[in-house]
């Protein structure tokens, strides 16, 4: 998937040559940091820093023997580095390095996604001002309901959005820390200046006690903040896979020339690349349930959960990135359609304004109850036998008692509905 990935950044961050750049960043720096506190000579550190290198396909050959990854590493390492590699790794374990490495290489994902999530609200915030006052219907269990604006629902996505930013930038915080503490977090054979250098140079934040490993419920809570900001776009997708459907088709994804909608039928339009949305959106949300198994771990460690984290961590990271990345691209040329929304809006005949009725009524003093089933007995000559529902209630006499016909006329205006869009867009300072 990274080859054929369209954001090569973030693809490029779980690239096997990265994986080891990472780790070989945080060994060299506890040997600047054992330097600098006088554990080991301060020449050895900077030939390490000098010489330090490793090549994939060595590492992978000594691995073959080895059956261990990251002593492999230190193999290559030390091929290249020769005599002051006995200071390398000195009182640290495999996951010092990789738990840290790692942490540092999520940290860094967060950032390309808030960087993804911040475009996408800008140009959310720009189309919704676009639409603020396009009158369309507000559908409540797929049934039109009242007039709205499609200006609010771009709004509503846009103030979900806020949100997932902030569970980011807090999943970002969780994640962002490092730990060099040793066979099971108790400083037995490394300083523990050693680690505060270490984590302030990276600007990861030691953890305050760890085992062999830092704790996976860090790990979980990164995945699952994926996995709503994944849902999120789920969402929203679905919804413009619902307006583009034939029978409302209130807007759509665009339709770039020369693109094929069908194999067998030339005509069609296809929601496809909101549909691929929704369906990997299924993914994040799996793989967040794997990162919830992988907390509960057999004492101060077992391996149970690195060989997930293996598969789960670079795929919902490039998973959401691109999500985010293409639904940003449907929404700034989506195509809206504001005289469908106001045929629909006008489909069932007024009875939308059912509402305005009935209050009227009762403000006039009749109870809700004995105005509910007047204006609900119109309601349904509407649905069941296609009569006006206009004309019926203004030749309901129990109506009629309370109403003028300019007071019902002024019941069937979808303007009073949208009174207070500018107040609700001001909300968000627009």
């Known amino acids: 998937m990274i080859e054929r990935y369209t954001n090569p950044e973030m693809g490029a961050l779980w690239t096997d040559r990265n994986k080891w750049q990472t780790i070989l960043d945080v060994e060299m720096a506890a040997c600047d940091a054992a330097a600098e506190l006088g554990k080991i000579p301060k020449e050895a550190a900077k ?36 005599e002051d590699s006995k200071y390398i790794h000195q009182g640290l374990t495999s996951s010092d390095v990789e738990d840290t490495a790692q942490d540092l290489t999520l940290k860094k994902s967060c950032d390309i996604i808030l960087d993804d999530l911040h475009k996408f609200h800008d140009v959310l915030r720009r189309r919704a001002v676009e639409f603020k006052h396009t009158p369309c219907i507000g559908r409540t269990h797929g049934i039109h309901a009242e007039p709205m604006t499609f200006g609010l629902k771009l709004l509503l996505w846009m103030a979900e959005v806020e949100r997932d930013i902030e569970r980011v930038e807090h999943a970002k915080k969780i994640v962002s820390v490092g730990k060099l503490s040793g066979a099971v977090g108790t400083y037995s054979n490394i300083d523990p200046k050693i680690e505060e250098i270490v984590c302030e140079k990276l600007g990861l934040t030691p953890v305050r006690l760890a085992t062999q490993v830092i704790q996976r419920d860090r790990h979980a809570e990164y995945m699952t903040t994926l996995a709503i900001v994944a849902s999120s776009f789920e969402k929203f997708a679905t919804e413009v896979r619902n307006l583009q459907r034939t029978d409302i088709r209130e807007a759509e994804e665009y339709f770039s020339p020369g693109q094929k909608g069908s194999s067998a039928m030339p005509h069609k339009r296809n929601p496809i690349t909101c549909e691929r949305i929704s369906g990997m959106a299924r993914l994040v949300r799996g793989n967040a349930l794997a990162s919830m198994e992988n ?6 460690r077992d391996i149970s959960h690195s060989s997930v984290e293996r598969v789960i961590l670079p795929d919902s990271t490039i998973n959401v990135d691109y999500c985010v990345r293409k639904f940003t691209n449907i929404i700034d040329k989506l195509l809206v359609y504001p005289d469908a929304m106001l045929a629909n809006m006008n489909k069932t005949g007024g009875l939308i304004y059912s509402q305005r009725i009935l209050l009227a009524i009762v403000g006039k003093g009749v109870l809700r109850e004995d105005a509910y089933k007047w204006v609900q007995r119109n309601a349904m000559k509407k649905w069941m036998e296609g009569e006006d529902f206009k004309s019926n209630v203004e030749k309901d006499e129990d109506i009629t008692k309370y109403l003028s016909k300019e007071e019902i006329d002024e019941c069937f205006d979808f303007e009073y509905f949208l009174r207070n869009v500018d107040m609700i867009f001001s909300r968000f300072g627009l």
């Not at 390490?48 to 290559?76: C, G, M, P, Q, W």
């Not at 907390?295 to 101060?300: K, P, R, T």
């Open 47 to 82: 030939n390490i820093r000098e010489k330090a290198d490793f090549d994939v396909s060595r590492i992978l050959e000594i691995e073959k023997v080895t059956h261990h990854d990251l002593i492999a590493f230190l193999t290559n390492v030390a091929e290249n580095v020769g």
């Open 295 to 300: 907390i509960s771990l057999w004492h101060e």
